[in-house]
């Protein structure tokens, strides 16, 4: 069965870090684009920042030169560095593991910054 668990989450001041993780178990073989995204209460789904099978990344604009995205292709894994966090930034944060074939999302982690 596939699984994808989000972890990291909670809440911090303004300014500071967190670090999501996010754990794939059962993709078998295949290559992944994974990315995270986020939905703030009253907004739609949004996408933070993606990292192709080849490693090439991509950000929002929003959270360009305080996020960073990486990957462990052997354990499965993606990561979200969170920097210079700011309230706008309170959300549920979801993984995301996309293949030809598959479109896969975890159940999120509540990210909450206060001001």
């Known amino acids: 069965q596939v699984q994808l668990v989000e972890s990291g989450g909670g809440l911090v001041q303004a300014g500071g870090s967190l670090r999501l993780s996010c754990t794939a178990s059962?993709?078998?073989?295949?290559?992944?684009?994974r990315g995270w995204y986020r939905q703030a209460p009253g907004k739609e789904r949004e996408l933070v920042a993606r990292?192709?099978?080849?490693?090439?990344?991509a950000y929002a604009d929003s959270v360009k030169d305080r996020f960073t995205i990486s990957r462990d292709n052997a354990k499965n894994m993606v990561y979200l560095q969170m920097n210079s966090l700011k309230a706008e930034d309170t959300a549920v944060y979801y993984c995301?593991?996309?293949?030809?074939?598959?479109?896969?999302w975890g159940r999120g982690t509540q990210v909450t910054v206060s001001s």
């Open positions: 990292i192709n099978y080849a490693g090439t990344t």
């Open positions: 059962g993709l078998g073989f295949g290559l992944y684009d």
């Open positions: 995301n593991f996309e293949s030809r074939s598959r479109n896969l």
